[in-house]
């Protein structure tokens, strides 16, 4: 007969097991949505390839380093898929406006369109520190 404390602990493990596998599940699931073609043919990760593709040569090196800084506060793990959708939104924006490069204005306007509406408070605080006025982008908040 199986000792209670080892029954426990075989339980702990199910589990964690479980969970694990559910959180790993539900990411893998997700990507595996933004990989899924929409009407036009083209995946939402094929489009921000597209635009990162025909806007590489807008970006300086100012731009780049804004980027960085912006994107800091992000967790290390999750800080390059957050600078590729980022910089995907900001590139389409680029190529709507027919911009000759990428300026902060329009880098500031494409990081607040791109960023989740939790995100927000994050990216004020960072803003200011950066003493970049966000009067002019209120209404994308």
Do not use: C
Not at 65 to 89: H, W
Not at 108 to 129: M, N, Q, V
């Amino acid at each position: 007969m199986l000792n209670s404390w080892f029954l426990l602990f075989i339980v702990f493990w199910v589990v964690v097991m479980i969970s694990l596998l559910a959180i790993g599940g539900f990411f893998m699931f997700r990507k595996f949505l933004k990989r899924m073609p929409k009407n036009d043919g083209k995946s939402d990760l094929d489009w921000q390839e597209y635009y990162l593709d025909k806007t590489i040569h807008l970006w300086g090196d100012e731009a780049k380093a804004l980027l960085n800084e912006l994107t800091s506060p992000v967790p290390e793990l999750f800080r390059q898929v957050a600078k590729e959708k980022i910089a995907g939104k900001i590139g389409e924006l680029a190529l709507k406006e027919h911009a000759t490069a990428i300026d902060q204005d329009i880098l500031i306007r494409g990081y607040i369109i791109a960023t989740p509406k939790r995100d927000h408070k994050f990216l004020r605080k960072k803003l200011d520190e950066l003493k970049i006025d966000i009067t002019p982008y209120e209404h994308l908040f």
